[in-house]
């Protein structure tokens, strides 16, 4: 009965480096959600993906960060060229289908820091 | 446009006492769902309650209870006798009536239970 899975639950890089987080969502849930959380604030939503398909890229910055989801294998966020305003939070969320109002079900997150 | 608002950005009481935690949202989605999510100094995130725009009925569950009101846009949550335990940010969080939709989240209030 595992939850949404997310490794590693910290990481540091230095700027100019590449993070890659993982997200492995609820058995069952074929919806992935990342959103990013800035200190003392909110969730941003970042993008959504199905397996194989970027569905909403909307929230995810256009340059250096790019998202997958395999047939096979966890959710991956990739950070390219980390800058330190790249620190932050980031949170995995899973939903079993895409139906309006779903609950979305959040992993423990991955809480990067730049240097 | 989606927006949630949580006035409040900290509140501190005294075990015991109730504390009420507001929510305004902005849509102009007729369905629409709102959330509240529990993070507590752990750093994951716990749903607690999900309800759709057409049902108005209040909510209680054990100590939680949830007051929702389409007239004035609000969805606030109220924990009656808190506990240390309950010491966490709430975060509030809409989802609008869309195809695979993000979520909408309110900047969060920390609440803090003194023994």
Known sequence: NAGVMQNPRHLVRRRGQEARLRCSPMKGHSHVYWYRQLPEEGLKFMVYLQK??????????KERFSAEFPKEGPSILRIQQ??????AAYFCASSPVDIAG?????????????? | ??????????????????????????????????FWYKQPPSGELVFLIRRNSFDEQNEISGRYSWNFQKSTSSFNFTITASQVVDSAVYFCALSPDNYGQNFVFGPGTRLSVLP
Not at chain 1, 102 to 115: A, C, D, S
Not at chain 2, 11 to 33: F, G, H, M, N, P
Request: glycine share 6%.
């Open chain 1, 52 to 61: 194989e398909n970027i569905i909403d890229e909307s929230g995810m910055p």
């Open chain 1, 82 to 87: 980390v800058v330190r305003g790249d620190s």
């Open chain 1, 102 to 115: 779903e609950t979305q079900y959040f992993g423990p997150g991955t809480r990067l820091l730049v240097l």
């Open chain 2, 1 to 34: 446009a989606q927006k949630v608002t949580q006035a409040q950005t900290e509140i501190s009481v005294v075990e015991k006492e109730d504390v009420t935690l507001d929510c305004v949202y902005e849509t102009r989605d007729t369905t629409y769902y709102l």
